[in-house]
């Protein structure tokens, strides 16, 4: 049990490294509320994965602009940042709109002190009500 909780605490500490050295609460905080939920909110972590729900007024023209823009910021971290990947769940392309509200998601594999650590990060509209995923 102890090598587990060892594990944990050790790709916690990544996790925070990695949110740190990528800014991405400076960075999706212009977006809207940046929320860090899964294993790396909840001290339960077994594999390098962060995700980060972000609150956003409306999922537009303007929020995916200034999330392309994030993508963009993300891009020129070329020191710790491997690749940036996008999704469109949002219209049309959202294939469980009834489980999940519109949004886009991003992803970026990056690289802390010695490891490489997963990071996904994800801006969703949400309803007043929340979504499965998320109370608020």
């Known amino acids: 049990m102890s090598d587990l909780l060892d594990v944990q605490r050790r ?4 996790a925070d490294e990695g949110v740190r050295a ?20 909840m001290g339960l972590m077994v594999r390098r994965d ?6 956003c007024p ?3 023209p303007v929020a995916f602009e200034a999330f392309t823009a994030i993508g963009a910021r993300l891009m020129r971290m070329t020191e710790r940042v491997v ?31 010695i490891r490489r650590c997963g990071l996904s990060t994800s ?14």
């Not at 962060?50 to 609150?55: G, S």
């Not at 990947?85 to 469980?96: A, K, M, T, V």
Request: charged fraction near 25%.
């Open 11 to 14: 790709l916690q500490a990544e």
């Open 22 to 41: 990528l800014r991405l609460d400076e960075l999706l905080g212009d977006l809207g509320q940046a929320i860090r939920v899964g294993s790396s909110a």
């Open 50 to 55: 962060i995700d980060i729900t972000v609150v």
């Open 58 to 60: 409306a999922i537009d």
């Open 83 to 113: 690749a940036v990947r996008f999704r469109n769940d949002s219209g049309r392309w959202n294939r469980e709109p009834e489980k999940y509200p519109d949004g886009f998601t991003s992803g970026c594999p990056c690289k802390c002190r």
């Open 123 to 136: 801006g969703w509209s949400i309803s007043p009500t929340g979504s499965p995923t998320l109370r608020i």
